[in-house]
RNA sequence: GGCGGCGUAGCCAAGCGGCUAAGGCGGAGGUCUGCAAAACCUCUAUUCAGCGGUUCAAUUCCGCUCGCCGCCUCCA
């Protein structure tokens, strides 16, 4: 099957082809671990997991890079006013982020390089800029000069002449610049820098912004590779620097497709410090949300569109997932022998023809999760004819584990049941046979008291739920 | 001011030249059920912000208007 994606350099949609056969290498932009990722930080890191995942759906082998930016102007500031070690501010911000990607079940990258890692590499890269011509030394400063980069602004649409215009220029710190619009490769020490400085050919001093993501990019995947990823606010200026430096340092064409997800609104707002509305994980998961709702509802809108985040919509990706997980049971309980059904087997072709060709045509993650959708609605029907059988259910089941590849959210963890609460359970379910119902609903209320929540089928077997959280459906 | 995106049912959200405009949530009926719940079934947009144009044919292409949003030096 042939995966495109839309690239935001040609400003089209067009056919993956991978530099290496068999092989994708992305970098995808990852937090500046100055504080908490907020839930629109993690809704592009859904994106990255989705794109990963799909990759690999379609049997590619996967090198991702995802950086972690620990040397930026909050990062040092944070430091220099807490007088603490940058590396032992951002520690446990990190950690707290992995504990994030796991919660959400987004799969790890292969390599996580951090800029204070790559120091060498960075200067090196500097160093073959300022041999080109392309950047120059002013005090201990480095500047890139866009003007000796005709491509510059291609990415983002927008050229010199016009970002002239319009734009109030903080004269201060620009002075020594030949051009307002040079960014910097390295900035010379100033006094806020505290202790974050290291030294250079240019002098004692820190890199600027863009340079580590093309470092450390080419370190990893090479001077020319696949995918960069990362949120729209990032085309310009931060792609488009990385651009103008990685392709003058090495004149290849650094970057193949560009993919940026759109923001994400709370409540049909702009997130901002102002509003208070920058939830963290952690805030959501305070107020009862689960991780697993989350995580749909981060996925199920497509990358490129705006997403508005609301309770409600994890309210509704709550229910979805029951409705897709109230199937996946129905299968992992199915008895009887016998071969499946051709319409099982049809259905599931079906819906794994459309599946996939959702995901190939740019991530189509709505339509992709439609085609399950339609194949619950199938498969209920056949199963009203004639309750599903063993093969059926394995098939069904299989399906799932197949589909959640990608999705990662409908298969959740074995949960054990305490021996206790399980034989509550039966002991209330022989009392239901034998109509004994005073006792049974006794049953009932104590389990209620332990936080279990007992519901019954019109099968006979009945749920347990513990926290909002479907854990088992036990068979009669 | 420059560059770009979006406006599809109560809400969310696909489709982007031609079969009855996907899917989810919610809602309304129904089936099942000791109860409670859950689950399942059916229904829920004569129409795609508005107005023009191109075309045999437009939600899909073009233009204008209205509304919302993003970027324009360190915000994913």
Not at 16 to 28: I, S, V, W
Not at 173 to 193: C, H, I, P, S, V
Not at 338 to 352: C, F, H, L, N, Q
Not at 424 to 450: F, P, S
Request: with cysteine.
């Amino acid at each position: 099957m042939t995966i495109q994606f839309y690239d935001a350099r040609r400003r089209r949609k067009a056919p993956f082809e991978p530099l290496h056969p068999g092989e994708a290498r992305l970098y995808t932009c990852g937090p500046t671990v100055y504080k908490d990722a907020h839930i629109g930080n993690l809704r592009t890191y859904i994106f990255e997991d989705l794109l990963r995942r799909t990759l690999k759906f379609f049997g590619l082998k996967v090198v991702q890079v995802m950086n972690l930016t620990d040397i930026d102007d909050k990062t040092i500031r944070q430091s220099h006013a807490s007088g603490v070690a940058l590396k032992t501010l951002t520690a446990p911000i990190i950690e707290r982020f992995f504990r994030d990607l796991k919660l959400l079940n987004i799969e790890r990258a292969e390599i996580y390089p951090a800029a204070t890692d790559h120091i060498p590499e960075i200067i090196a890269l500097i160093e073959r800029l300022l041999a080109k011509g392309y950047a120059y030394q002013a005090e201990n400063n480095v500047y890139f000069s866009v003007e000796r980069f005709p491509e510059y602004g291609q990415l983002s649409g927008m050229n010199l002449q016009a970002l002239a215009r319009g734009v109030r220029i903080d004269a201060d710190e620009y002075e020594d610049k030949e051009n307002f619009r040079d960014f910097a490769l390295w900035k010379g020490w100033t006094q806020e820098d505290g202790d974050v400085a290291w030294d250079s050919p240019f002098g004692r001093g820190r890199p600027g912004w863009h340079i580590e993501c093309s470092a450390m990019s080419m370190k990893y995947l090479g001077e020319e590779f696949d995918i960069h990823t990362g949120g729209v606010d990032n085309i310009f200026p931060h792609h488009e620097n990385e651009i103008a430096q990685s392709v003058a340092a090495t004149g290849k064409s650094f970057v193949r497709y560009w993919l940026h997800s759109a923001h994400l609104l709370v409540n049909g707002e702009k997130m901002s410090k102002s509003l208070g509305n920058q939830w963290t994980l952690s805030d959501l998961l305070e107020r009862g949300l689960s991780p697993r709702a989350i995580r749909y509802l981060l996925l199920s809108g497509h990358y490129r569109q705006q997403l508005n985040f609301t309770f409600e919509a994890v309210q509704a990706a709550g229910a979805a997932l029951q409705r897709l997980d109230t199937l996946h049971q129905a299968a992992s309980t199915a008895e009887g022998d016998g071969p499946a059904r051709d319409s099982v087997r049809r259905i599931i072709e079906t819906a794994r023809n459309k599946f996939s060709a959702a995901l190939a045509d740019d991530l189509n993650i709505s339509e992709a999760l439609a085609a399950l959708f339609d194949l619950v609605a199938e498969a209920h029907r056949i199963r009203r004819e004639m309750p599903l059988n063993r093969a059926e259910g394995f098939a069904l089941q299989n399906f799932w584990h197949y589909v959640d590849r990608v999705i990662g959210a409908l298969i959740t963890d074995e949960v054990e049941i305490p021996t206790e609460i399980e034989q509550l359970v039966h002991n209330r379910m022989r009392l239901r046979t034998d109509r004994k119902y005073a006792e049974a609903d006794a049953i009932r209320q104590e389990l209620a008291g332990k936080g279990y929540q007992i519901d019954d089928t019109n099968q006979g077997s009945v749920i347990i739920w513990a926290k909002g959280r479907k854990l088992v459906n036990i068979p009669h």
